[in-house]
């Protein structure tokens, strides 16, 4: 099945702006789902398909894509976004696929 | 507001099978439209999917654990259950059970079950 690709780590300023990106050949052809997690705490789904971010999740965050890169936006962080982020898709077989994770670190 | 959880052993012998069951509560499978998934995070790790059944027993999962994975589902109870033969340490893991939405997103999960594999 294909793979997904992450940073392992990004850091951000408090209140600045951070893009967490999320590689790989399958995401020209199939969106890219972003789903944040914290320690102990089941993920949970932040954005979804071109444009989809499910009720109460904060407006800061924003997803995009391009090409066979996925990227996840993150605008003004907060303290309660220090956490584990993670990209999914599929492939051309329909397995579902995620990435390794980023893990966001809020300074 | 679909809610998920996971429950069954959270100890398993090495060489023994796997056995965890989710209870859907404020949706029902029989509707049909969803996928009803589970996937694992092994400690340390990131989000491995397994699989999927749809509410008549269709089922896709990963090709690496295909041989060991059987996925089923019982509308009656509107629950869905996962069993893992053969299992490792490699295997030791939290499993989740999801809800996949419309368009291979997962926009519901349970809270999660630790599973260790261990003698």
């Known amino acids: 099945s294909s793979e997904l690709t992450q940073d392992p780590a990004v850091s951000v300023a408090l209140g600045q702006t951070v893009w967490i990106t999320c590689q790989g050949d399958t995401l020209n052809n199939y969106y890219a789902s972003w789903y944040q997690q914290k320690p102990g705490q089941a993920p949970m789904l932040i954005f979804h398909d071109k444009n989809s971010r499910p009720s109460g999740i904060p407006d800061r965050f924003t997803g995009s894509s391009s090409g066979d890169t996925a990227s996840l936006t993150i605008t003004g962080a907060q303290a309660e976004d220090e956490a584990d982020y993670y990209c999914?898709?599929?492939?051309?077989?329909?397995?579902?696929?995620f990435g390794g994770g980023t893990k966001l670190t809020v300074l | 507001q679909v809610q998920l959880q996971e429950s069954g052993p959270g100890l398993v012998k090495p060489s023994q099978t796997l056995s965890l069951t989710c209870s859907v509560s404020?949706?029902?499978?029989?509707?049909?439209?969803?996928?009803w998934t589970w996937i694992r995070q092994q400690p340390g790790k990131g989000l491995e999917w397994i699989g999927y059944i749809d509410y008549s027993g269709s089922t896709y999962s990963h090709p690496s654990l295909r041989s060991r994975v059987f996925i089923s589902v019982d509308t009656s109870k509107n629950q869905f259950s996962l069993t893992l033969t053969s299992v490792t340490a490699a295997d030791t893991a939290v499993y989740y059970c999801?809800?996949?939405?419309?368009?291979?997103?997962?926009?519901?999960w349970g809270q999660g079950a630790l599973v260790t594999v261990s003698s």
């Open positions: 999801a809800r996949e939405g419309d368009t291979w997103y997962f926009d519901y």
């Open positions: 404020g949706g029902s499978i029989s509707s049909g439209g969803n996928y």
């Open positions: 999914q898709s599929r492939d051309n077989l329909g397995h579902r696929v």
